[in-house]
Each structure stands twice: as C-alpha cells, then as structure tokens.
C-alpha cells in the first residue's frame, strides 16, 4: 500500500532555480528515504534520513524530516536539466522491514 | 561494479499468456526484492527474499504469480495466466542485508493486450 505522499505532484522549473517537494507520511518510522527515477530507468537510490535526525545534505540535495508532522522536504538547488526524473520518498516503517514508496513527484527543469 | 541486472527489458504478451522475468542482483546482495510499478505510482513491494528464503511475500498474489530465488543468487518471477491488469514495470532490487540501501534494476515492462 502507498505510504508516502508527494507534494506538488509536478513541478515545472526553470534550469538554475531551486525546487522544492514535500512527503507526508502516516506511520512510525525508521528512516525516510529519496529516490529519482529518470525516463524509462530503474530507480536510484539519493539519501537516506534516520527518524533521530532533522536535516541532511549531499551535494545539491536537502532533505529535512519532521517527524512530530510525519512529513519531509527535498531541496534540489541550483537544479540542472539533467535532474528532469520523478522523485519519489519511501518509508522504512517499524515493524515490518519493507520500504513503502508516495507516488512521486515530477519534476521538469527547462533549460 | 556491475548493477542489478533485468531480462528482458520489454515484453508483450496476450491475457492467459504465462511469462518470466529474471534478476541477477549485485553480487554479494543476500537480500532481494520484486517490486510492481504502475503508471504513475510508485513501487509496491511483491516479495523479499533473504537469501534463498522468501521473507515477506504477503503482497505477491499468489493464484497466478511465483518466485523463485535458488542458491540464494538469480530470481524469476512468473505469472501464469497473465491478466491485463498486470500491465506495469516489474522492478527488481537487492541489498546487503534487509534495511540497507536498495539498489534498483532498470526494471521489465510488461503489455498483456
């Protein structure tokens, strides 16, 4: 069953501005992860944010977490045309050992 | 490094037809999963193995799908008879261990006409 939920669902922007999704969640978690799924790809895996932290950074990626509002933010700065994919926040709840994926934003830089 | 690989990466079949996926997961990955993706979702689980067991097939519909993980390595997937609501990307996935970082293949798109 879907677990997360992406805000906006879509998202159009222009080559150098920032974007910004958000993911809410309904269980307890052990951690809440991002992924981007490119055109025709598989899935890959971009940062992983544990319940004890808030915020996390790799490269051009923020992601903060709340787990008082069980929701969470990905910041991709300075995006490029290359990071057009949909991005999609997966749970790893308690208790049952198995990732539950939102349906996923999409995200559309223009050069 | 070689990634998780998938076969084929396209198929199209007609209803009642059976048909087979495989995953070969990255070497040295005990865990591994099969994922269904429909058109504009994402991924939900159908089974998880933990070497050659499966561990968590409670979402595989098991009236006509099957799995199979031997010597803990390869995986196939099959539906038999297939229906056309089981049109999707079937993803594939394998990690270390159960909770590290899952890596995908680029998944099976599956048409039944």
């Known amino acids: 069953s879907q677990q997360g939920e992406e805000d906006p669902q879509a998202l159009s922007i222009q080559e150098g501005e920032n974007a910004t999704m958000n993911c809410s969640y309904k269980?307890?978690?052990?951690?809440l992860q991002w992924y981007r799924q490119n055109s025709g790809r598989g899935l890959v895996h971009l940062i992983l944010?544990?319940?004890?932290?808030r915020e996390k950074h790799s490269g051009r990626l923020r992601v903060t977490l709340d787990t008082s509002k069980k929701s969470s933010s990905l910041l991709i700065t300075a995006s490029r045309a290359a990071d057009t994919a949909s991005y999609f926040c997966?749970?790893?709840?308690?208790?049952?050992?198995?990732?539950?994926f939102g349906k996923g934003n999409q995200v559309v830089v223009i050069p | 490094e070689a990634g998780v690989v998938q076969s084929p990466r396209y198929k199209i079949i007609e209803k009642k037809q059976p048909v087979a996926f495989w995953c070969n997961p990255i070497?040295?990955?005990?865990?591994l999963y099969w994922y269904r993706q429909n058109l504009g979702q994402g991924p939900e689980l159908l089974i998880r193995?933990?070497?050659?067991?499966?561990?968590?097939d409670s979402q595989l519909p098991k009236d006509r799908f099957s799995a199979e993980r031997l010597k803990g390595v390869d995986s196939t997937l099959k539906i038999q008879p297939a229906e056309l609501g089981d049109s999707a990307v079937y993803l594939c996935?394998?990690?270390?261990?159960?909770?590290?970082?899952?890596?995908f293949g680029p998944g099976t798109r599956l048409l039944v006409l």
């Open positions: 996935a394998s990690s270390l261990n159960t909770r590290e970082t899952q890596y």
């Open positions: 269980t307890s978690i052990n951690n």
């Open positions: 944010i544990r319940s004890n932290e």
């Open positions: 997966a749970t790893d709840d308690y208790g049952n050992n198995r990732l539950a």
């Open positions: 070497s040295g990955h005990n865990t």
């Open positions: 193995y933990e070497n050659e067991e499966a561990v968590d």
